[in-house]
Each structure stands twice: as C-alpha cells, then as structure tokens.
C-alpha cells in the first residue's frame, strides 16, 4: 500500500529556512507527481507546488515563488521541500501528497510535519 | 489564485442529507473537470473523498457524491453519520496548478 512518511517537527527562527522530506513507498516512485500543502493553525488547506518526480520539473504556486524549492532523490524515492526565509506566518503543518488521479488531484497524504517560526 | 469560496459551516441531523458548496471562476472549476473533496477529522490528514468532479475513490461510502454546475461544485452526504461530523475542502487543478476552497465545518446534530 502507498505510505508517505515525513520527518519530525521543526522549530526555526525568523530569518531561517527549513527542509522537509517525504520518504515514499508502496509504489513506483517516478509515476506520479508529488504535491505539498500546508495548513497554518486553525486555518484551511493551501496548495504549495509539485514536483514531478521522474523529471523533476517543478510548478510553485505564484505566493512562495522564489522562497520554496521542491526536489527530489530517486535512489531512496524521497521528496524534499524547502522554504527560506521563513516568517512566524510560515508556522504550519507541511503535507505531501501524491498526485494519484488526473491532474492536481491527491490520492495519498502523508502525517504532516509541525514548522513551527518563533524567536 | 485565490481560494474556492465554500460555506463556513453546514449542519444537519442523522439520517438528514446536506450539500456543500463550492464556488470558482470559469477559469478553475468552470473551466476543468479536476474537482476534488478531502474529509479531514481534527489533527490527522486529509482523505480523498471525490475525484474528477463525482467519481469516488475505492472504499469511500457510497453516500458521498460530487457534482458541478457552471463555476460551482457540489458535494452531497446523503443519510448523514454522526462520524461525518469533520472538515471538507474542495479543490479544483488546471494542467499546472491547484487551488483548494475555504473548507466547510459539517456538524451532526
């Protein structure tokens, strides 16, 4: 079966970047598009980017442009994402998600990881 | 992009249906049939409930359902179950990008 583990929580000051990864398994890595989405406390869902995992061409939502880079290792079918210049507005969890139907549209999310931004 | 707008909160009692709504532009939901609906429960991740507008995925019950009309998606939850009771967010993809509603708080009365 899919399964998406993701690393453990994070505390980082302002100013500070933070890197997230996303081991998958249970499939074959490079045939899906890996999508990831956070969700500040209390608030909704927002879609971030996704990485084509074969090529590793990547699409970022216009709002973290220049701040956020997804990438990914093949070799031990893991997902990265990495967000600088982080901001207390940052503090959220971090999912990925695996693309699994037709475009944009997730079948598998992993647990989440807590970046909490404080000084 | 900016988000879906869905209804902040829908209730109804067991047994009752309810629909949720979402509301886009003809450039998102209008223009594309990658709709989808996520249930999440209070800390755990979202659940794929809908896909390309209606179709759902193995083992989710068959009283969820998904339409559209024009700009606006649709998520029916027939004979409501207090364990219904959670978040619902739609999303809507064009070929590059994703854009995900305001989410809607479903209470059980």
């Known amino acids: 079966q899919v399964q998406l583990v993701q690393s453990g929580a994070e505390v980082k000051k302002p100013g500070a970047s933070v890197k997230v990864s996303c081991k998958a398994s249970?499939?074959?890595?490079?045939?899906?598009?890996m999508h990831w989405v956070r969700q500040a406390p209390g608030q909704g869902l927002e879609w971030m980017g996704w990485?084509?995992?074969?090529?590793?061409?990547?699409k970022y939502a216009q709002k973290f442009q220049g701040r956020v880079t997804m990438t990914r290792d093949t070799s031990i079918t893991t997902a990265y994402m990495e967000l600088t210049r982080l901001t207390s507005d940052d503090t959220a969890v971090y999912y990925c998600?695996?693309?699994?139907?037709?475009?944009?549209?997730?079948?598998?999310w992993g647990q989440g990881t807590l970046v909490t931004v404080s000084s | 992009q900016s988000a879906l707008t869905q209804p902040a909160s829908v209730s109804g009692s067991p047994g009752q249906s309810i629909t949720i709504s979402c509301t886009g532009t003809s450039s998102d939901v209008g223009g594309y049939n990658y709709v989808s609906w996520y249930q999440q429960h209070p800390g755990k991740a979202p659940k794929p409930m809908i896909y390309d507008v209606s179709n759902r995925p193995s083992g989710v019950s068959n009283r969820f359902s998904g339409s559209k009309s024009g700009n606006t998606a649709s998520l029916t939850i027939s004979g409501l179950q207090a364990e219904d009771e959670a978040d619902y967010y739609c999303s809507s993809s064009t070929t590059s990008s994703t854009v995900f509603g305001t989410g809607t708080k479903v209470t059980v009365l």
């Open positions: 249970g499939y074959t890595f490079t045939d899906y598009y």
């Open positions: 990485i084509n995992l074969n090529s590793a061409v990547t």
């Open positions: 998600a695996r693309d699994g139907y037709t475009y944009g549209q997730i079948d598998s």
